[in-house]
């Protein structure tokens, strides 16, 4: 069965904290892997996309890494600030479909 | 250039009643999906639609959920009977590139709530 994990479920940090956001999968037979944020009421924004050839994607602070051998992910926010609170979510992409984790909140505190 | 479309954003009914979902996507983006996200989890696919054909739709519960997509662009989501267990929020996605390899693009949703 394809599961995608995230741990951890929650995490608050201080503001200007480097963090480390993981994501596990079952099955390493995946086409892309894909990072999102959800903000509390509102729907989902894409942060960064990795298909399975590559290693790591970067965009700003924000640096997504994928190890398919191990059935990892990592997402990693540097310098993390107040805005950055909000649920993040990753997404592994198994032919047509799209499985998603559960979630980390993250809270960032000022 | 404009986001998927989503309407109405909250939707309050009871249990037996029926409710539907409207979705836009953006412009050009052949491929629809319609996910359900109960609160504390991750989005659940429900369907997917490449221009106006069903690509998966293993996961609707077909006795109370139904979609469509007229003319390979906008869609909607309907459910007749609502169960208490249907509340959730209904996110519309689209991509341009068919299934795999495409980055998804999320509405904001649609809050329901049965009661």
């Known amino acids: 069965k394809q599961e995608v994990t995230q741990i951890p479920a929650a995490l608050s940090v201080p503001e200007g904290e480097n963090l480390v956001l993981n994501c596990s999968f079952t099955?390493?037979?995946?086409?892309?892997l894909q990072w999102f944020r959800q903000d509390p009421g509102k729907g989902l924004t894409s942060l960064l996309l990795?298909?399975?050839?590559?290693r790591e994607q970067t965009s700003g602070r924000l640096n997504a890494s994928l190890d398919k051998s191990s059935g990892r992910s990592t997402l990693y926010i540097a310098a993390s600030q107040p805005g950055d609170s909000a649920t993040y979510l990753c997404a592994v992409r198994y032919g047509n479909k799209l499985v998603f984790g559960a979630g980390t909140i993250l809270r960032v505190k000022s | 250039e404009a986001g998927v479309a989503q309407s109405p954003r909250y939707k309050i009914i009871e249990k037996r009643q029926s409710v539907a979902f409207w979705c836009n996507p953006i412009s050009g983006h052949a491929t629809l999906y319609w996910y359900q996200q109960i609160l504390g989890q991750g989005p659940k696919l429900l369907i997917q639609f490449q221009n106006n054909g069903v690509v998966d739709d293993s996961q609707l519960p077909k006795d109370r959920f139904s979609a469509e997509r007229l003319k390979g662009v906008d869609s909607t989501l309907k459910i007749q009977p609502a169960k208490l267990e249907d509340s959730a929020v209904y996110l519309c996605a689209s991509s341009a590139v068919s299934g795999r390899t495409g980055e998804l693009f999320f509405g904001e949703g649609s809050r329901l709530t049965v009661l």
């Open positions: 099955d390493s037979a995946i086409y892309n």
């Open positions: 990795i298909q399975s050839s590559q």
